[in-house]
C-alpha cells in the first residue's frame, strides 16, 4: 500500500483496543501509516478522512455524513455472516461501497475511486437517505424553533 499509494495517502488506523494495545507500527512505515486508535474525538477523524475502510463497523452511518467513499475490508464476509454475528440490516444489500477482500483489492479501488464514486453513487443514495435522514446540520435550529415556538 505504502509504494503504490504513499506519495498521495496516509493510512490513518483507529483499531479495536485490544487491537490497537498491541499495535507497533515498523519505523519504515512510519511515514504512511500513524496509529490514532487513542484519539479521543473520532469525529474529527472523520473530517479529515478522504475515504473510510470499515469492515463491519457503525462508524458507517456517522462517516456516511461525510458523503465521502466508504470501503468495506470483508475478508471474513460469510464467517462473520452465518457464525460470528450477522447483521442488523440487510448489509450486503445496502452498504454503499464495495466489498473488498485483499489488499490488492484495496489499492486497486483507491486508485479509481472516481469510478467507484459514481458506480455507488445511487446506492451511497439510498443509505444516507434511510440512515443519515434527519442529520442535516440543522438540529439545533429545529431544538431552538421548538423550544421557543411550541
Do not use: W
Amino acid at each position: 500500500m505504502k509504494e503504490e499509494l504513499g506519495d498521495e495517502y496516509i493510512l490513518l488506523l483507529r483499531m479495536h483496543v485490544v487491537i490497537s494495545n498491541n499495535l507497533s507500527i515498523p519505523s519504515e512505515f512510519e511515514d504512511f501509516v500513524i496509529n490514532v486508535s487513542n484519539y479521543s474525538d473520532i469525529q474529527e477523524l472523520y473530517l479529515i478522512s478522504d475515504i473510510l475502510i470499515t469492515d463491519y463497523s457503525s462508524v458507517m452511518f456517522d462517516f456516511a455524513n461525510t458523503a465521502r467513499p466508504i470501503l468495506y475490508y470483508t475478508y471474513d464476509l460469510e464467517d462473520y455472516r452465518d457464525n460470528i454475528r450477522g447483521f442488523y440490516m440487510d448489509f450486503e444489500k445496502e452498504a454503499p461501497g464495495p466489498f473488498l477482500k485483499t489488499t490488492e483489492e484495496i489499492i486497486d479501488t483507491i486508485t479509481n475511486i472516481d469510478e467507484i464514486n459514481m458506480q455507488y453513487k445511487e446506492r451511497y443514495g439510498l443509505f444516507r437517505e434511510k440512515y443519515c435522514g434527519i442529520e442535516d446540520g440543522k438540529a439545533t435550529q429545529r431544538i431552538v424553533d421548538k423550544f421557543f415556538n411550541d
